[in-house]
């Protein structure tokens, strides 16, 4: 990254250009004003336990769809989850949930409170609503980019392949059957696989993705049901799942950046993929993507293309071009919903106010509860904030007293994203279910070393 030197206070640009949220629905005005017609819209997340960001970009997704046509939200959730959620959203005849808490019962494996939260619920709910009575094809979606779901994406091809094709049933379950002796642990196997202590079964996945390729461009001209086209390329993409996750399971114990670019890649084919079988009435379908801002902010903006990364967004970008806007989320301080270690439960943690020399404490210096602030085009708060500065990334976990090297890098704010919204003082998303650890939050407590922001 090229650093430019500011020529304008940049504290003092951001307060004369940012616009101040009020709680209306005319918060997000400009914003839908300067998505125009663009095909893809992605809303960031400076962390994935925050119920400011999922709050908004809830009622911005609503407004997509119900005001510009947007056709589908894409979030970073596992494929055959969401599409439990697909089916019940657009009313899909092979959806059996009666309710919206009952379609998000697949989301159990850890962090569940991504997308079993209340703010999750009332999209969902809305979303339901919204397509209730419409035909299928005039439906808004629900979909999962990601790929840990080896093993439920397996199981649900040969679920599908059983209703459709018994013997071709049988080739998947022989192909399949290589992952066996893993007990359906994904990283057991992806051990195993990198150390050469199994053989792969990469030859398996992209056969069994291969066949069902071929099927699907066999029954495109057969003018079968828009119900029966969904379950084909359902069935289809977890096959893409299975063959993208063998990879990624065995690289993840080889090279970091590899295994991420393999993750990134991956949900950028899905959403290609995803936009090109919406698509198929003839117009370009509009598609809003939900991710956390490491994999939305453009990475030839941060710290990571200089390790060899690259992210979604920035792949997006470079397929689509203005066709994309990418919408970035920070907050200074406040309470966030995250786990202290992998696998472990979910607390509700105190969130350190921003370093000095970070966005998130020249954003608290404007003095501004809460913003927005476009970054497209040449205004002078793009300007002035283009020199890289530190930006904090919270996931789904947080630990607070490492913050410095554990959730910050350098970036480009304004070449990240098209425009940021920050929350000064933000609070925790809100678990569907709620143990007594995140009941009883975390003490304020903060050691008299820790480096504040001044």
Not at 11 to 39: F, I
Not at 270 to 293: C, M
Not at 308 to 324: I, M, P, Y
Not at 343 to 357: D, I, N, S
Request: charged share 30%; glycine share 8%; hydrophobic share 40%.
């Amino acid at each position: 990254m090229k650093a430019r030197r500011e020529t304008t206070d940049p504290v003092a640009a951001v307060r004369a250009e940012a616009r101040p949220l009020t709680g209306g629905r005319e918060d997000y005005d400009a914003l839908l004003e300067l998505v125009g017609d663009a095909q893809f819209v992605l809303l960031g997340e400076a962390s994935h336990g925050t119920h400011d960001f999922y709050r908004a970009r809830a009622e911005i997704t609503k407004r997509l769809i119900a005001e510009k046509g947007f056709a589908a939200v894409a979030a970073e959730a596992d494929w055959p989850d969401a599409y439990r959620v697909n089916r019940y959203v657009r009313g899909a005849p092979q959806g059996s949930d009666a309710s919206a808490e009952e379609a998000l019962r697949d989301f159990q494996r850890f962090p569940q409170w991504m997308w079993r939260n209340a703010d999750i619920l009332d999209l969902v709910g809305w979303l339901r609503e919204h397509n209730d009575g419409g035909p299928l094809d005039q439906t808004a979606g629900f979909y999962g980019l990601d790929l840990y779901s080896l093993y439920a994406s397996i199981d649900a091809v040969i679920g599908y392949l059983d209703k459709t094709d018994p013997d071709a049933a049988e080739r998947a379950r022989r192909r399949y059957g290589c992952f066996e002796m893993f007990e359906k642990d994904e990283q057991a196997y992806g051990y195993a696989a990198s150390s050469g202590r199994v053989e792969a079964c990469e030859e398996e996945v992209v056969a069994q993705l291969v066949e069902l390729q071929r099927r699907a461009g066999g029954a495109g001209g057969s003018g079968g049901s828009r119900a029966g086209d969904d379950e084909r390329f359902f069935a289809e993409q977890n096959a893409r799942v299975a063959k993208n996750a063998e990879a990624y399971y065995r690289e993840m114990f080889r090279a970091r950046d590899e295994s991420w670019n393999l993750r990134d890649s991956h949900m950028a084919e899905t959403l290609d993929a995803l936009a090109a079988h919406l698509s198929r009435g003839g117009r370009s379908a509009k598609i809003v993507v939900w991710a956390h801002n490491s994999h939305l902010g453009d990475a030839r903006a941060t710290q990571m293309s200089a390790r060899g990364e690259l992210n979604l967004g920035q792949l997006v970008r470079e397929r689509h071009g203005d066709r994309a806007m990418i919408v970035g989320f920070t907050t200074y301080a406040g309470t966030v919903t995250a786990a202290s270690d992998w696998g472990a439960p979910a607390e509700r943690k105190w969130v350190r106010p921003g370093l000095a020399g970070s966005y998130e404490a020249l954003f608290h210096g404007a003095a501004l509860p809460r913003f927005y602030l476009a970054l497209r085009g040449k205004g002078e708060a793009a300007a002035a904030l283009r020199e890289p500065r530190l930006e904090r990334f919270i996931g789904v976990i947080y630990r607070p007293e490492t913050e410095r090297w554990s959730h910050y890098y350098e970036a480009s704010l304004p070449s990240q994203f098209d425009a940021v919204f920050h929350y000064d003082e933000s609070r925790a998303l809100e678990p569907l279910e709620r143990t007594v650890r995140w009941e009883k939050g975390e003490v304020r407590e903060v050691p008299q070393t820790y480096p504040f922001a001044a």
